[in-house]
């Protein structure tokens, strides 16, 4: 089985993953995926990680995966569980029997992101607003896809994916 599952930085996605590998489960942070990820502008050409989220929404760049290469990660695998984001996270759904967006309370995000990230500048927009959640969220409610409480446990979470 092959499950995806996404949301606005800050949520636990790395938690879990960390917690998931320690329990021999073969779970992986999309964010350490060599060559899955990367940030492109408007004219589809990669470029460097912009330095903000005001960078990259004012000059309409997008982090995106690599489709292609997502497709031949997954196949090296009989289960395997994604966690992360990106910019056409909607477009490549088909590769994977189950997806879930993880929620968390905006406060924690952000409290989260604060004291843990290396580039939280990425993450917050003017007024300290995270910038990337809600259109994530307001997506996901548009799909119908589901939606998992990130105050549970890695445990937790395991077993609704698997139900």
Same mark, same amino acid.
């Given at each position: 089985m092959k499950v995806l599952v996404f949301g606005p930085s800050g949520v636990g996605k790395t938690y879990i993953v960390k917690a998931l590998q320690q329990?021999?489960?073969?779970?992986?942070?999309?964010?350490?995926?060599?060559?899955?990820?990367?940030?492109?502008?408007?004219?589809?050409?990669?470029?460097?990680t912009p330095t903000s989220a005001h960078e990259a929404l004012t000059n309409h760049y997008s982090f995106l995966w690599d489709k292609q290469f997502l497709e031949n990660f997954l196949a090296q695998f #009989?289960?395997?569980?994604?966690?992360?984001?990106?910019?056409?996270?909607?477009?490549?759904?088909?590769?994977?029997?189950?997806?879930?967006f993880l929620k968390e309370d905006t406060q924690i995000q952000k409290e989260r992101l604060l004291n843990s990230r290396?580039?939280?500048?990425?993450?917050?927009?003017?007024? &300290?607003?995270?910038?990337?959640?809600?259109?994530?969220?307001? &997506?996901?409610?548009?799909? #119908?896809?589901?939606?998992?409480?990130?105050?549970?446990?890695?445990?937790?979470?395991f077993d609704i994916i698997n139900k």
């Open positions: 329990s021999g489960i073969n779970a992986y942070d999309a964010d350490v995926v060599e060559g899955l990820s990367a940030w492109y502008n408007q004219h589809g050409e990669k470029i460097p #009989n289960d395997v569980y994604l966690f992360g984001g990106s910019g056409n996270t909607f477009k490549i759904f088909d590769l994977f029997d189950k997806v879930f290396k580039n939280s500048l990425m993450d917050f927009g003017a007024g &300290e607003m995270i910038t990337w959640g809600d259109w994530l969220e307001q &997506e996901s409610i548009k799909r #119908n896809i589901p939606f998992i409480d990130g105050t549970l446990s890695p445990k937790e979470v």
